[in-house]
Nanobody
Framework: VQLQASGGGLVQIGGSLRLSCAASGRRIRDYDMGWFRQAPGGERAFVAVLRRSGGGDYYATSVAGRFRIFGDNAKNTVYLQMNSLKPEDTAVYYC??????????????????????WGQGTQVTVSS
């Protein structure tokens, strides 16, 4: 699966952005799709996951209630809607897909190693 992330930019505190991750090669509904982010000087960290075949969506504690991950099967695209943005949300955001057909537990899906292919990253900057 090839992934193309887009939608990042500069936004003020409290603003909103929607990131897109367009997939080619496979149907996203058949795979676990994740969003991660990497702040300057930090490691790439879990943000959200949309589990395959309607398995639900899950979020890091830091973004729960503000972010929403969802998919459009017709467009084969996964989105990350980000609301009430804070300066600490500033990071490069990556989408990822787990191509391994073996179903795994939620805690594993919050790790980088669970995913096989990654998009190129899109920068989100939240400023005052």
């Amino acid at each position: 699966v090839q992934l193309q992330a887009s939608g990042g930019g500069l936004v003020q505190i409290g603003g909103s952005l929607r990131l897109s991750c367009a997939a080619s090669g496979r149907r996203i509904r058949d795979y676990d799709m994740g969003w991660f982010r990497q702040a300057p000087g930090g490691e790439r960290a879990f943000v959200a996951v949309l589990r395959r075949s309607g398995g639900g969506d899950y979020y890091a504690t830091s973004v729960a209630g503000r972010f929403r991950i969802f998919g459009d099967n017709a467009k084969n695209t996964v989105y990350l809607q980000m609301n009430s943005l804070k300066p600490e949300d500033t990071a490069v955001y990556y989408c990822a897909v787990r191509e391994n057909p073996r179903r795994t537990i939620l805690s594993e899906l919050q790790t980088n190693r669970a995913y096989d292919s990654w998009g190129q990253g899109t920068q989100v900057t939240v400023s005052s």
